[in-house]
């Protein structure tokens, strides 16, 4: 994973917008990298699936089913799906429960690196396996993830039933739909025989286009 995308991604996540940090957060910073480092075991499980669409909305699949006008959109022409969970374990977690009472600064900053940290584990698995797919022809749309949009969060529960997600690598869901830990991200990658022209992830993929925390 590249440290600096994530080091930018924490800065921006603190509020941190073209402003540097000064000497002192940016040592808090290294301190907090090197000890989130120790503590994340980067897990992921992926699966593909056939994709029928019923009108503009209705999306079918092995793992899950929805009504979602944005997912329809973003599959346009897609044949296929990835469907993918991914997580940076407990340990992220457990780190930022400690420092919460006992220093609740070093706890926002690892907070804030810990979502950064997944976003970009995510971002190196698209990138791998959108090498992978186009050596062999196909392409692959951004990611997008349950909650964006019209995209069902309840959408989650049958994915992660589906990939296994709490045997394979320790994902679960609570009743009130919150991922454990904490740190992870549930979501579907269109595959098609036509390229597209947009490559945005994340941010960009959302229509929540008020979210303070989105990227310029």
């Known amino acids: 994973m590249d440290e600096r995308r994530i080091m930018q991604e924490t800065l921006r996540y603190l509020g941190y917008r073209r402003q540097q ?7 808090l910073l290294a301190d907090c990298m090197e ?21 503009e909305a209705g999306i079918r699949t092995d793992l899950f089913s929805a009504e979602s006008r944005n997912l329809g959109r973003n599959l ?9 969970a991914a997580t940076v374990g ?22 804030a690196m810990a979502a ?18 186009e050596a062999a022809g196909w392409y692959l749309r951004p ?3 349950p909650g964006y949009g019209d995209f069902p969060l309840e959408c989650q529960r ?15 869901l609570t009743d009130s739909l919150i991922m454990m830990p904490s740190k992870s991200v549930t979501a579907v990658i269109g595959i098609s025989r036509v390229p597209a022209s947009c490559r945005l992830e994340g941010c960009e993929a959302c229509s929540k286009t008020d979210c303070e ?3 310029n």
């Open 21 to 27: 940090p000064d000497s002192q957060v940016a040592a």
């Open 35 to 55: 000890e989130l480092k120790r503590a994340v075991t980067c897990r992921h499980v992926k699966r593909e699936s056939p994709l029928h669409m019923d009108g």
């Open 76 to 84: 346009k022409d897609c044949q296929a799906v990835l469907v993918f």
């Open 90 to 111: 407990i340990g992220a977690d457990q780190l930022i429960q400690r420092y919460e009472r006992v220093r609740v600064s070093r706890a926002v900053v690892i907070q």
């Open 116 to 133: 950064a940290m997944i976003e970009e584990y995510c971002d190196c698995l698209n990138r791998e396996w959108k090498e992978e797919y």
């Open 143 to 145: 990611r997008f993830s």
């Open 158 to 172: 049958e994915i992660l039933e589906g990939l296994e997600a709490g045997k394979r690598i320790g994902l679960t």
């Open 213 to 215: 925390y989105r990227r």
